[in-house]
């Protein structure tokens, strides 16, 4: 399976954006989908996840301004951004794997990662 995350971009602080993550090689309504995100100096993390029932789950940190979506028809899964925050500056990757609901959160659950896309919010 391969993953491949885009939409990353320069925005304002207050801002939006639509992160896209478009998978080939299996069916993601076989898989629970993860955005994590990483900047510079620190660890990967969690932000969001929409499991293959539809529940989704979010870090505290983007709740109620980040929404995962998924279109199983065209196999994408999608991270939508908005009231951008310049502490969300960082690499956004996608995931794809098949974690017990326990597990969702953690980076070592997904075993398919696309390629970062990176997002800046400037003030």
């Known amino acids: 399976v391969q993953l491949q995350a885009s939409g990353g971009g320069l925005v304002q602080v207050g801002g939006s954006l639509r992160l896209s993550c478009a998978v080939s090689g299996r069916a993601i309504s076989s898989y629970s989908m993860a955005w994590f995100r990483q900047a510079p100096g620190k660890e990967r993390e969690f932000v969001a996840t929409?499991?293959?029932?539809?529940?989704?789950s979010y870090a505290d940190s983007v709740k109620g301004r980040f929404t995962i979506s998924r279109d199983n028809a065209e196999n994408t899964v999608y991270l939508r951004m908005n009231s951008l925050k310049s502490e969300d500056t960082a690499d956004y990757y996608c995931a794809a794997g098949v974690p017990i609901a326990s597990n969702v959160r953690s980076v070592g659950a997904y075993p398919n990662w696309g390629q970062g896309t990176l997002v800046t919010v400037s003030s």
């Open positions: 929409i499991r293959w029932t539809g529940t989704t």
